[in-house]
């Protein structure tokens, strides 16, 4: 019982080493990731310094007995002396995390210098140390128990390794009868303490690798929560409406003191303490920032002289300064502040790194779909600004012919042709434009068309005007009127159209009908989805206004077509009143 107590004594070293190595990030990744010879070497230097010092801390046996404990180091042991020590740990554990090549190497070193030491059992326990390397490591692969984490396999090989030093012990050293002596008394306490010491070895470890995985994903949840909650307004780029709120945001859900975000020129948003001097609209004002701009790193200030704020009763004394890139280059950061340094934690730390990464990575979507929407803008004014060159021609001629006849009436028409084209060539700049554009859009169209064509369409319009200040996309409406006389009224002499603008719901209803020839259920599903080719039309225009509408209001926008062969066709288009506002 009394070794017990002096080996468990000597375990609690092993404990010691145990905690202060699981605070080591190096060491916890060398134990758990590939390691190269580079690592394998800091682990053969790591567990032989641990088995070196478990032999020099060893309990003296003589003739049976444990020797007084008068001194704690033992440097040499006589030729009649042995220890109890916990030297086999190191070499276990080197062997079971290290592989082969570190468990050969941690036995042969803690062997040799346990011969060194002396003691009638010095080649008898440097021996069995060395073996103990070499069956640790092997069984340790094959078994895979780092890989695993198997406390029972790694406290078995524990117990198999001190064992063969007793067994080695009885074959070696002699006399017999003392080496049977000592094996008797040590036996127990030496085979339990070590496997109970590798025990307490995993598991300080296991824990601390266990909170570091939970405090991950903690994070990591953490920051896709609040990408989820900034995403929207990072769309939208870096500017000084979208930043003001992530701030808030971010400052909200992290819990710092202040929160900046930065353009390369100057501070978009700057939430929480020192408001009062860190201005938006101001040029960037900390060199800190500035660093982070030029180098394109994370930089962490610990002072109030490192961030280096001209203010002189600047509050905030620490700070995390992140890059924000988009392809590779920074277009701005984000800085967390502190007005204590204790507070920028190690966990504050990656958390904002994941921030960096993950808001980086937002506006660079943002960018890409920026562009996808300029290409796809080009696309459309491209279409928006085409002419039917049959309708320009015809639309000359006629007023041609009128100039002869009634010179008043061609003035007119040539001014409803200007305005036609003014409203193409509008169209072909601007991506909203007033309700009441639009309808002047549509008159002018139908003035030239009912002038070559008297009494062939009768065309009804209600219309609230107090929705003409309201903002649509160009050739909305006038397309679908142009597409009724063009096509709904094929090989018929007379027809009608009714168009039709109103509020409901807080939507803006636009509505044609026409008693038309109307179509098959199956155009009716294609048109406005995709670009058809057939004897009746492309479908382009449809097309067109389908893509644009849900280009800018996405899912809040409607687009239906309701259609009944020789009844006519009813287009219906829904657009929420607060639009935004495309520049």
């Known amino acids: 019982m009394e070794l017990f107590l002096f080996m468990l004594e000597r375990v609690g070293l092993i ?51 444990i020797h007084p404990l008068n001194q704690m180091i033992h440097s040499t042991i006589n030729a009649e002396e042995a220890i109890a020590n ?23 070193i803690a062997g040799v210098h346990r011969i060194t030491l002396g003691g009638f059992t010095a080649i008898a326990c440097g021996v069995s140390t060395i073996l103990a390397g070499f069956i640790t490591g092997g069984l340790s692969q094959q078994l895979k128990i780092r890989q695993t984490f198997s406390y029972k396999k790694a406290v078995t090989i524990g117990i198999c390794a001190e064992t063969l030093q007793m067994i080695v012990i009885l074959a070696i050293a002699r006399p017999f009868e003392q080496a049977l002596q000592l094996v008797s008394l040590i036996a127990m306490p030496m085979i339990m303490m070590n496997a109970f010491g ?35 307004h990072f ?71 490192e961030i280096h704020c001209p203010h002189h009763d600047c509050p905030l004394n620490a700070a995390i300064v992140l890059p924000l890139k988009v392809q590779q280059h920074t277009v701005g950061t984000l800085k967390l502040y502190f007005m204590n340094a204790t507070s920028l934690t190690g966990v504050k730390k990656e958390l904002a790194e994941g921030l960096s990464r993950l808001f ?92 070559r064509f008297p009494n062939r369409y009768n065309v009804q319009f209600q219309v609230d005007a107090s929705l003409f200040d309201v903002h649509i996309p160009p050739f909305t409406l006038q397309p679908l009127v142009e597409n009724a006389i063009y096509h709904a009224f094929k090989n018929r002499k007379e027809g009608k159209i009714f168009v039709q603008v109103q509020r409901v719901d807080n939507k803006l209803l636009l509505l044609t009908e026409d008693n038309g020839c109307g179509m098959r259920k199956e155009q009716v599903k294609q048109l406005g989805k995709s670009i058809m080719q057939s004897e009746q039309g492309t479908g382009t225009a449809l097309w067109n206004i389908y893509q644009r509408i849900h280009e800018i209001y996405g899912k809040e926008a409607d687009f239906q077509i309701l259609s009944t062969l020789d009844v006519g066709t009813k287009i219906k288009i829904q657009l929420p009143l607060k639009a935004t506002r495309w520049e």
């Open 15 to 65: 404990i010691v080493f145990a905690f202060l190595m699981s605070r080591w990030r190096l060491f916890r990744d060398m134990l758990f990731q590939e390691q190269g010879l580079k690592e394998k070497i800091w682990l053969v230097l790591i567990f032989s310094a641990l088995s070196v010092v478990s032999s020099y801390t060893g309990i003296k046996i003589e003739s049976g007995t």
């Open 86 to 108: 916990t030297r086999l740990i190191g070499v276990a554990i080197a062997g079971i995390f290290g592989g082969p090549f570190v468990g050969v190497c941690v036995g042969i």
């Open 198 to 232: 590798i025990f307490i070895f995993f598991m300080i470890i296991k824990t601390f690798i266990d909170e570091e995985e939970r405090t991950k994903a903690l994070q990591t949840h953490q920051a896709f929560s609040i990408a989820q909650l900034t995403i929207e």
């Open 235 to 305: 769309r939208k780029g870096l500017n000084e409406e979208s930043c003001q709120t992530v701030a808030k945001i971010i400052k909200r859900e992290i819990k710092v003191d202040a929160v900046a975000i930065t353009d390369t020129n100057g501070i978009l948003a700057h939430v929480g303490v020192g408001e009062d001097h860190h201005l938006i609209h101001r040029e960037i004002m900390t060199s800190l920032t500035k660093r982070v701009l030029v180098e394109g790193h994370i930089i962490t200030a610990t002072s109030a002289k």
């Open 360 to 451: 980086s990575s937002q506006l660079e979507y943002a960018e890409i779909e920026r562009q996808r929407k300029l290409l796809k803008d080009a696309e459309i004014k491209a279409l928006q600004a085409q002419v039917h060159p049959h309708f320009f021609f015809n639309s000359l001629n006629t007023i041609s012919s009128l100039i002869r006849t009634d010179a008043n009436e061609a003035r007119a028409l040539l001014l409803k042709l200007s305005t036609f084209f003014r409203s193409n060539l509008q169209g072909a700049r601007q991506m909203l434009i007033p309700l009441k554009n639009e309808i002047d859009h549509i008159e002018a169209y139908l003035a030239i068309e009912q002038t």
